[in-house]
């Protein structure tokens, strides 16, 4: 079965910045359409950008814009999100997700990243 | 931005009430809408997409209806392993945005 498995929690201080890896398995497509949504304590989802198969580029949110890289290494089946500059409002559990048909159908077990100095 | 709203954010239940929760978008968003379950410490998993439509392997008590601006959740008969909270996200544009959650706790 599908499975995404994310590295470990992170502890950063304001201004760092921190790389989450996403490890895919049991996948049959070449394309895994891989986004990142994150999740702040006690609040609700937010997306952060992820593949947009229509125009087959990545798309971010306005949010995260110039702070935010996804990448993907197809030869280890392994996504990356990196994110610059950070303060304490990005401490949050961080999820990959993949949406081959625009809804997140598989779901990484979450990266807990805190901001403290 | 497309916002999205629920109602009610808290709603405490019985095991086998029926249980509806409504998700409401700030412009149409056709049926690109999807229902999310989540439990504690846990990622969120896909219950229902395109409005009304059952991921394979969800209950058959759970349902979905709406169109445009307007979309609700029911849980026919609430089962323990129901008590979550769950979030609706469209898909209709970018920036893909989610409400912010309904728990569902027991009465």
């Known amino acids: 079965q599908v499975q995404l498995v994310q590295s470990g929690a992170e502890v950063k201080k304001p201004g760092a910045s921190v790389k989450v890896s996403c490890k895919v398995s049991?996948?049959?497509?070449?394309?895994?359409?891989m986004h990142w949504v994150r999740q702040a304590p006690g609040k609700g989802l937010e997306w952060m950008g992820g593949?947009?198969?229509?125009?087959?580029?990545?798309i971010y949110a306005q949010k995260f814009r110039g702070r935010v890289t996804m990448t993907e290494d197809p030869s280890t089946d392994t996504a990356y999100m990196e994110l610059s500059a950070l303060r304490s409002q990005d401490t949050a559990v961080y999820y990959c997700?993949?949406?081959?048909?625009?809804?997140?159908?598989?779901w990484g077990q979450g990266t807990v990243v805190t901001v403290s100095s | 931005d497309i916002q999205m709203t629920q109602s009610p954010s808290t709603l405490s239940a019985s095991v086998g009430d029926r249980v509806t929760i409504t998700c409401r978008a700030s412009?149409?968003?056709?049926?690109?809408l999807a229902w999310y379950q989540q439990k504690p410490g846990k990622a969120p998993k896909i219950l229902i997409y395109?409005?009304?439509i059952l991921e394979s392997g969800v209950p058959s008590r759970f349902s979905g209806s709406g169109s445009g601006t307007e979309f609700t959740l029911t849980i026919s008969s609430l089962q323990p392993d129901d008590f979550a909270t769950y979030s609706c996200?469209?898909?209709?544009?970018?920036?893909?945005?989610f409400g912010p959650g309904t728990k569902v706790e027991i009465k």
């Open positions: 049991g996948y049959s497509r070449s394309e895994v359409y």
């Open positions: 412009q149409s968003i056709s049926t690109w």
């Open positions: 593949f947009d198969p229509e125009d087959a580029e990545t």
């Open positions: 997700a993949m949406a081959p048909d625009f809804t997140f159908d598989y």
């Open positions: 395109k409005a009304s």
């Open positions: 996200q469209q898909y209709e544009a970018y920036p893909w945005t």
